[in-house]
């Protein structure tokens, strides 16, 4: 007989609320992030997915609910759990004279066991800095190097909280190579990010919050097959200029499963490309509009968080 074994948890968050005075941080958040997974959390700022993530790294309190990291609380656990969890914060402040490998020596003698210094200095690909001060090192040499600090205790869980913000497209990608290394080792890894494009490469798993709650959950593909478009069809006008067509008119057409208007124009989720493009310039010559621009692109997790929320992710 086939015995059925449930996924083991490595972290599971449930009915989580926070307030902050009148402000609602937090409003029964649940999630469930299986071990072995690269689980993405995304949503704008302010909605609640940082004070969800300190909370789940025993650096903030919950008002209600319950989060067990690692099968454990840390109201009962906290010793135990530090030991087991890797943390790289939005941002990390480390000793500017110290030197790479000063630094990492400092952090592993917090841990009972882990890996070696030279051994995450290498991961990391901080080869050649192990020498240098910190002080020294580019932005993107110090975004590995908070990194490193997070791995020498050789965690079961690592959380990444918007790792790649503010490095330049090559540093990005050298994190996201050491990230997918960590994939590779089967390394629980739970990571918030304002890049959609680093959410689609990473994460087996996302989640989208906003104000507070989860509004959508599943797999990159999941998310981008819900929003039943395959392709996003941009139309813009000049600054100031009117055009003769409402949104409506333009959700009416067939193939057009969705849209917004914009600023200066408008977007429109759509099924087929070659079926809504003939329907748009028919339009436009018997209107005489004169779009600035139009374009296409294939639907993207981007796309997906607009239609649930109205906004792009790096809106505020």
Not at 124 to 142: D, M, P, Y
Request: hydrophobic fraction near 40%; include cysteine.
């Amino acid at each position: 007989m086939t015995q059925n074994t449930a996924p083991t948890l490595a972290l599971e968050v449930l009915d989580l609320r926070k307030s902050y005075a009148d402000v609602v941080a937090v409003n029964g958040l649940e999630l469930r992030v299986t071990a072995g997974q690269c689980f993405g959390l995304l949503g704008p700022n302010g909605a609640g997915k940082t004070t969800t993530i300190e909370i789940c790294e025993g650096l903030n309190t919950a008002d209600g609910g319950t989060v067990r990291v690692l099968g454990r609380t840390w109201d009962r656990d906290a010793t135990w759990l530090r030991n087991r969890l890797g943390i790289q914060l939005q941002e990390t402040q480390l000793a500017e004279k110290l030197t790479v490998l000063e630094t990492l020596t400092l952090f592993r003698s917090f841990y009972d066991q882990g890996r070696t210094v030279d051994d995450v200095i290498e991961l990391v690909q901080l080869g050649e800095k192990r020498t240098s001060r910190v002080n020294g090192l580019s932005g993107g040499q110090k975004q590995r190097l908070a990194l490193a600090c997070a791995l020498v205790g050789d965690p079961e869980l690592l959380f990444l909280d918007e790792p790649t913000t503010g490095l330049d497209p090559q540093s990005r990608r050298q994190l996201w190579t050491v990230v997918e290394g960590l994939k590779r080792e089967g390394r629980t890894i739970l990571l918030t990010t304002h890049y959609m494009d680093e959410a689609e490469r990473l994460c087996d798993n996302i989640a989208i919050v906003d104000h507070g709650k989860v509004i959508a959950l599943g797999t990159p593909r999941e998310l981008i097959a819900s929003l039943g478009a395959d392709h996003v069809i941009r139309l813009g006008t000049a600054e100031g200029v009117t055009v003769p067509v409402t949104l409506a008119e333009l959700l009416a057409l067939p193939d057009v499963n969705g849209g917004r208007e914009m600023p200066n124009g408008f977007e429109l989720r759509v099924r087929s490309v070659q079926a809504v493009l003939p329907s748009l310039l028919g339009i436009a010559a018997q209107r005489g509009i004169a779009w600035s621009e139009l374009s296409t692109h294939s639907a993207t997790l981007e796309d997906v968080f607009v239609s649930l929320t109205g906004r792009e992710l790096r809106e505020g």
